[in-house]
């Protein structure tokens, strides 16, 4: 127990996190576009970004703008929903991409976590 006016320690994990620990960043994808037989549906993908793409933020937003342009020609890769791609070059160039009648609505980001 420490003493009055002493701060408790860190727990461990905390300790952990202060030194430097990696953190996980990912471009999320998702929105609702209308099928060629008109019904609507959602997608909502998300892709891990490597620690290369961390340094190169000029590279990652062309990647991102990349994927959306892709989705915003009326396109949506074949995924469930929620997916994880492990990367750009798996998402855009070794995934299936499908036409549908209409993108109605969409976001895209990067969130950072721990």
């Known amino acids: ?13 905390l ?13 999320r994808f998702y929105g ?3 099928t060629a037989t008109g019904k609507i549906k959602r997608f ?3 892709v891990r970004v490597g620690s290369a793409l961390k340094r ?3 590279k990652l937003g062309w990647l991102i703008r990349t994927t959306v342009r892709a989705l915003k020609d009326e ?19 070794n995934t299936s991409w499908f ?3 209409r993108l109605l609505d969409y976001k895209a980001g990067v969130i950072y976590e721990r």
Do not use: C
């Not at 127990?1 to 994990?13: D, I, V």
């Not at 396109?75 to 160039?93: N, Y």
């Open 1 to 13: 127990m420490p003493r009055r006016g002493q701060l408790r320690p860190a727990p461990l994990s």
């Open 15 to 27: 300790r952990r996190l202060r030194r430097g620990a990696s953190h996980d960043w990912y471009a």
């Open 32 to 34: 609702l576009y209308e």
């Open 44 to 46: 909502s993908f998300q």
């Open 56 to 58: 190169n933020r000029r």
């Open 75 to 93: 396109t949506v890769p074949e995924h469930r929903q929620g997916e994880v791609f492990s990367s750009f070059r798996e998402l855009i160039f």
């Open 99 to 101: 036409k549908v009648r």
